[in-house]
């Protein structure tokens, strides 16, 4: 029977009918769900990986020692994953090895929209693109074959609608692969200079005879048109509802690209267009073989996703009807408010990010659920560019303040009247690359004061496990790293753990650890709100006789903190998690849990 | 609605249920052996976002995603939501639209202005609302989540054609047996809500 996966979980189900041995990845959407998947499935070692690099090395390591194996990351995850990609592609591999890589064009969940493509061309490494999920299965599948035939790493590269779009697959059984042989061969797996530069003459006649390879990966819908379109992924999709009557030649290998294809392709239609996300990929190659008339960015933008209605607005100037109000309504579709993600009510983070804001602090921040502590009413990050950058950026900052400083003569005023700089970090980030900035600080007599927030799991992802939680992928009990033993291993003296929820005294030893002049590290540790086993019990409420409406309240930024119509304050019911945060904001002692008795506590 | 094409956008706020019955109504149609496709949204969003999940049903479809002017049922878990969504409805389109109100931050902190009386000025317009107070119905079920279900619960009693069994086994393969019977309550309690 047909089963409706999501892209993600097909890839996963290709991956083990292939008969995968070792998946290593790091936690990142829209890639999340494939490695989750495998380690639902039986006979396949799975494991979070610190980060990215790791995650490729283990499953380079594995396939060198002749297992099939796979690392799964999000786009960004590649640039961390990238050292070991570029290289590994001159060593080759013995078993079959496969990066799934996941773009997310119109950065639903990214910090930036950048195009995976490039990877393929400038490490010379096949890349594959699905278009639905089907294609998702055969290509994983696929892909390991393809992998061990040309002695190739090969890239699965998927785009967020791919991911996360449910479409039927007919799904097989596992394909049991014996181990390859492992012969120790010092030319192939030792990359020095001399090997290497075999290796690289190795690589360039793979990619000519991959060429040929990425002719049997085209598809030919409607041969003879006036009209052709050259596309791939998740556009192919766009493609034909927009031009149901167009000669389309859909890609499915997309580095190396398919020249013979594209030529004939190109010589039998009147007017070529390339519809394809982000950068212009395809375009530029289809010119470099000398075919000038083709058009694509001309129409198409490389900003964002695209989309049926922006390719039938861009190529045909058409604007799709659609539904709309009675004049006498008085609203139009704009008048929605905004909704912007939000940190969840009973947020451990929400403490730290009050904090910062009322002690105006300049915050340097990372990537996870906190990073929504930049946006109102905290407004407490000024910086936030990479995994595991937070701590690397504020010591650069007070590195270029002190030298700004000395050169003037300033003394020990803030030049900028900033009264110090924090780097706030998640646990599962920290792991990932904020210790590396961390050593750094101590080895570089930096003095900065990182602040982690420990909320016991990965949380913007959908809860994974990592290194500190003390379980495996599988749930089963591993060791787990001990964040304050690590960071004094590395040489910070100053190590403190304090409840983010404590405000009094978590902003005292805010302000104590930023006055120190020297590394400190304070360990903001309460669990995620959202983890099993977290139980406030029932919700608070406001006294509306002793409410004074003084709003303090309010500047938690709780989304169950609700304004009445009086200016009252009350409590949303169905949001409040109990946490009791909110609590200790009251002067009038407003908040509380109701007792048995009736009263707030 | 054309027979042989039927294009749901469902949107709701983060942590509503809005993937599960976004999968219901996949299962649906794998049953009629019709082709689907179901887009999901992950990640960021959900803590408390705007969540758009499109599901397509159809001969052979080809983009999982409904865009502008392409829905024939905006399915809206929130009464403001449903208005966010007009623009992927077709005219003559059906809103089918919880008339909850859930505050988004922008307007609890004073930013911005929740307008009053979504559901009745959204009727009015060229297409079809149908508007309840879904939360109150899933409330007497046993459970406020089954808000998702009791909606399911109107939309299989507004869309022709897709017979009464069909959607109930769907209910009990992506409902956890635990949780089925209070459902099932919420299911049949949408269908009476809609008549």
Redesign the interface.
């Known amino acids: 029977m047909k089963e409706l996966l999501l892209g993600n979980e097909a890839v996963a189900r290709g991956a083990w009918e292939a008969g995968v041995h070792v998946v290593s990845s790091y936690p990142g959407t829209p890639s999340t769900e494939i490695t989750e998947t495998l380690a639902k499935l039986s006979s396949v070692y799975c494991e979070w990986s610190p980060n990215e690099k790791v995650s490729a090395e283990v499953a380079i390591g594995a396939a060198i020692g002749g297992g099939r194996a796979m690392c799964c990351m999000k786009h960004v995850g590649l640039n961390v994953a990238a050292d070991p990609l570029f290289t590994a592609s001159y060593a080759g591999v013995n078993g079959g090895l496969v990066f799934a890589v996941a773009d997310d064009p119109g950065l639903f969940s990214s910090q930036n929209d950048q195009d995976s493509r490039f990877y393929a061309l400038s490490a010379h490494v096949p890349m594959l693109e699905p278009s639905d999920s089907a294609e998702c299965h055969e290509f994983a599948k696929k892909a390991f074959e393809l992998s061990e035939k040309y002695d190739t790493p090969v890239i699965l590269r998927l785009t967020t609608r791919v991911s996360h779009s449910r479409s039927p697959v007919e799904v097989g059984e596992r394909n049991v692969v014996p181990k390859k042989p492992y012969k120790k061969d010092i030319q192939k797996y030792v990359m020095m200079p001399g090997m290497a530069k075999k290796r690289q003459a190795i690589v360039k006649e793979r990619d000519r005879v991959m060429t040929g390879e990425a002719d049997a990966w085209v598809k030919l819908d409607n041969p003879g048109r006036k009209l052709g379109v050259i596309t791939s992924g998740i556009c192919y999709q766009y493609v034909r509802e927009v031009f149901p009557d167009a000669s389309v030649l859909k890609l499915g290998m997309i580095y190396p690209l398919p020249e013979r294809s594209i030529k004939e392709f190109a010589a039998s239609v009147e007017e070529l267009i390339v519809v394809e996300e982000l950068e212009p990929y395809i375009e530029n190659y289809v010119r470099q073989l000398g075919i000038a008339y083709v058009e694509g960015k001309k129409y198409f933008t490389p900003l964002g996703e695209l989309g049926t209605e922006k390719i039938r607005q861009s190529y045909y100037g058409t604007k799709t009807p659609v539904a709309e109000l009675s004049e006498g309504s008085g609203l139009k579709p704009e008048d929605a408010p905004m909704r912007p993600p939000t940190m969840c009510p009973g947020c451990p983070h929400r403490g730290v990010f009050y904090t910062l804001s009322q002690l105006k602090l300049r915050v340097t921040g990372d990537i996870g659920c906190y990073t929504l502590g930049a946006a109102a009413p905290y407004k407490a990050m000024d910086a936030c560019i990479c995994m595991g950058a937070s701590i690397g950026m504020s010591h650069g900052m007070e590195k270029a303040e002190s030298v700004a400083r000395a050169e003037a003569g300033a003394g020990d005023n803030d030049s900028d009247g900033i009264r110090g700089t924090v780097a706030v970090i998640g646990d599962s980030t920290f792991i990932h690359s904020g210790i590396t900035g961390l050593v750094n600080i101590v080895y570089n007599k930096g003095a900065s004061t990182v602040i982690i927030l420990d909320n016991s799991i990965t949380g913007m992802t959908g809860h994974q496990q990592n290194p500190t939680t003390g379980k495996t992928i599988r749930m089963e009990d591993t060791y787990p790293v001990d964040l304050t033993l690590l960071c004094k291993a590395v040489g910070v003296n100053r190590v403190r753990v304090e409840d983010p929820f404590d405000l009094k005294k978590f902003k005292a030893a805010v302000l104590e650890e930023i006055d120190a002049n020297e590394p400190s590290v304070i360990i903001a540790r309460r669990p995620c709100v959202l983890l099993k086993g977290v139980n406030y019990g029932k919700p608070v409420e406001i006294d509306g006789d002793k409410c004074r409406k003084c709003g303090a309240c309010m500047r938690l930024g709780c989304p169950a903190i609700l304004k009445t119509e009086d200016g009252r304050m009350k409590i949303d019911r169905s949001l409040c998690t109990g946490c009791e945060f909110c609590v200790q904001m009251c002067g009038f002692g407003a908040i509380g849990k109701k007792t048995e008795g009736g009263d707030n506590k | 609605m054309k027979q042989d094409e039927l294009n749901i956008l469902i949107i709701g706020?983060?942590g509503q249920g809005t993937l599960l019955a976004?999968?219901f109504l996949?299962?649906v149609a794998?049953r009629l052996g019709r082709?689907?496709?179901?887009?999901?949204?992950?990640?960021?969003?959900?803590?408390?976002?705007?969540v758009e999940t499109c599901v397509r049903i159809g001969e052979n479809?080809?983009?999982?995603?409904i865009?502008?002017?392409?829905a024939d049922v905006v399915l809206s878990f929130e009464s403001?939501?449903a208005?966010?969504a007009?623009?992927?409805?077709?005219?003559?389109?059906t809103?089918i639209m919880n008339t909850q109100e859930i505050?988004?931050?922008?307007?609890?902190?004073?930013?911005?202005?929740?307008?009053d009386n979504?559901p009745e000025?959204?009727s009015?317009?060229?297409?079809r609302v149908i508007a309840l107070d879904a939360l109150s119905i899933a409330e007497k079920c046993g459970s406020?989540k089954c808000v998702n279900v009791v909606l399911l619960g109107i939309l299989s009693a507004v869309i022709p054609g897709i017979a009464p069994d069909v959607w109930r086994q769907s209910l009990e393969s992506v409902v956890p047996a635990k949780l089925l019977e209070t459902n099932r309550r919420a299911f049949e309690e949408g269908i009476k809500a809609a008549e």
Do not use: C
């Open positions: 706020v983060g976004s999968r996949g299962d794998l082709d689907v496709k179901v887009s999901e949204v992950h990640g960021m969003s959900q803590r408390g976002g705007s479809v080809a983009s999982p995603i865009d502008r002017g392409m403001v939501e208005l966010r007009l623009e992927y409805l077709k005219p003559g389109g809103v505050l988004p931050m922008p307007v609890i902190s004073g930013a911005a202005v929740y307008p979504v000025r959204l009015g317009g060229n297409f406020a």
